[in-house]
């Protein structure tokens, strides 16, 4: 059995301004996912952040460039790459995995 290196943290959050603990296990998970910093915001401002960015998203109308089909993308495609509708988009992605 292996024994973690990593102890609880008490970290204060940039948005509220309350304390929250940042554990042993979500620093072993951000050292997996090669995150180098931890958190600035407690549970409940980085989900109040989420949702506030995904109701601000702006919908840009694309034909996808694989079927052909028009969609709506949650961001502004550059110009010259190729953009994929859910559906393709879906699929590509579960052929990678």
């Known amino acids: 059995m292996q024994t973690s290196n990593f102890q609880d943290q008490t ?20 050292q997996q996912k090669g995150f ?3 958190p600035f915001r407690c549970g409940d401002c980085r989900q109040k952040r989420k ?6 998203r702006q919908m840009t ?7 052909g089909k028009e969609d709506e993308v949650p961001f502004v495609p550059r110009k ?4 994929l509708c859910r559906e393709c988009f879906s699929k590509q992605r579960q052929s990678q995995g």
Do not use: H
């Not at 109308?61 to 079927?67: D, F, H, R």
């Open 61 to 67: 109308k694309i034909t996808c460039s694989n079927c």
């Open 11 to 30: 970290l204060v959050c940039k948005d509220c301004g309350k304390q929250f603990v940042w554990t042993a296990g979500e620093q072993e998970f951000y």
């Open 36 to 38: 180098d910093n931890p």
């Open 51 to 56: 949702a506030d960015r995904m109701t601000d």
């Open 80 to 83: 010259g790459t190729g953009v």
